[in-house]
């Protein structure tokens, strides 16, 4: 589940193995987002291998929808930072290029805090925001 307190950071935290199901909300939460008309940043954590798996069917429908919905990323999301804590997926995905894949400003980090500190001092808007989230804080 995202958190919208901090608004115009989208806060999601994933520890549950990834389903279908859950993997559609996300794509609704996207359209919920992009109806406020507001630019927004993300900060996405995914704290367990499980979250980061591509349930069946999961691949067609992300490439559908990002077809669909690239113009609206490029015009709401003014930064996408994600955080893998497993060391194991974070290796294999750090190389990974936000923008090219997505279109907007972005990185992959191995903390909570190298995420914040990125979003804080690349992204306008996010730089005065008070985020009280440690990686600490998602592993216990």
């Known amino acids: 589940m995202e958190d919208l307190s901090h608004w115009p950071l989208v806060v999601g935290v994933y520890r549950e193995e990834a389903t279908l199901q859950a993997y559609q909300a996300q ?8 109806a406020r ?8 954590v995914y704290a367990t291998h499980g979250s ?5 069917g999961s691949a067609a429908a ?6 669909q919905n690239r113009p609206l990323l ?11 804590l497993p060391p194991q997926d974070y ?3 750090k190389n990974m290029q936000v923008e090219k ?10 903390s909570v805090e190298e995420a914040i500190a990125w979003l804080q001092g690349e992204v306008s808007g996010i730089r ?3 985020v009280s989230i440690t990686t600490a804080q998602i592993m216990t």
């Open 74 to 84: 490029q015009r709401w999301v003014i930064g996408m930072a994600t955080v893998i």
């Open 52 to 56: 980061l798996a591509h349930p069946e």
């Open 128 to 130: 005065d925001l008070q």
């Open 91 to 93: 290796a294999r995905l």
């Open 101 to 110: 894949a997505f279109g907007v400003p972005g990185g992959v980090f191995a």
């Open 27 to 34: 794509l609704d939460s996207w359209q919920a987002w992009f």
């Open 62 to 67: 992300g490439k559908s929808w990002l077809a």
């Open 37 to 44: 008309e507001q630019p927004f940043a993300l900060l996405r």
